[in-house]
Nanobody, 115 residues
Framework: QVQLVESGGGSVQPGGSLRLSCAASGIIFIIYDMGWYRQAPGKQRELVATITNGGSTNYADSVKGRFTISRDNAKKTVYLQMNSLKPEDTAVYYC?????????WGQGTQVTVSS
C-alpha cells in the first residue's frame, strides 16, 4: 500500500526558509502528478503546489514566487522549497497525488513561522 512520509518542517522567523521532503513508497511514483497541501489550525486543507509527472508546476497565488516544488523520480521523493516565509504559512504540510482520488495521508510535517 501507499506510504507517504513528510519531513523537514520546523520553526522559523518570518523571511526564513525551509525545504520539505516527502518520500513515497508502494507506488510507481513516476506516473503520478504530485502535490503539496497544507492545513492551518481551524482551516480546511488546501493545495499549494503541484508538479506533473512531466515536471510542469503550478502554485496557489498565496505562495507563488516564494515556494518551489520539485521531484526526484529515482528517489520517489517530492520537495517543497519555501522561501520568504510568512506567519500565514504556518500549517501542517502534507504531500499526496494531485487528484480527486487521494491516497491515505501521511503524518505531515509542522511548519511554524513566528517572530
Amino acid at each position: 500500500q501507499v506510504q507517504l512520509v513528510e519531513s523537514g518542517g520546523g520553526s522559523v522567523q518570518p523571511g526564513g526558509s525551509l525545504r520539505l521532503s516527502c518520500a513515497a513508497s508502494g507506488i510507481i511514483f513516476i506516473i503520478y502528478d504530485m502535490g503539496w497541501y497544507r492545513q492551518a489550525p481551524g482551516k480546511q486543507r488546501e493545495l499549494v503546489a503541484t508538479i506533473t509527472n512531466g515536471g510542469s508546476t503550478n502554485y496557489a497565488d498565496s505562495v507563488k514566487g516564494r515556494f518551489t516544488i520539485s521531484r526526484d523520480n529515482a528517489k520517489k521523493t517530492v520537495y517543497l522549497q519555501m522561501n520568504s516565509l510568512k506567519p500565514e504559512d504556518t500549517a501542517v504540510y502534507y504531500c499526496n497525488q494531485d487528484s480527486r482520488k487521494l491516497w491515505p495521508w501521511g503524518q505531515g510535517t509542522q511548519v511554524t513561522v513566528s517572530s
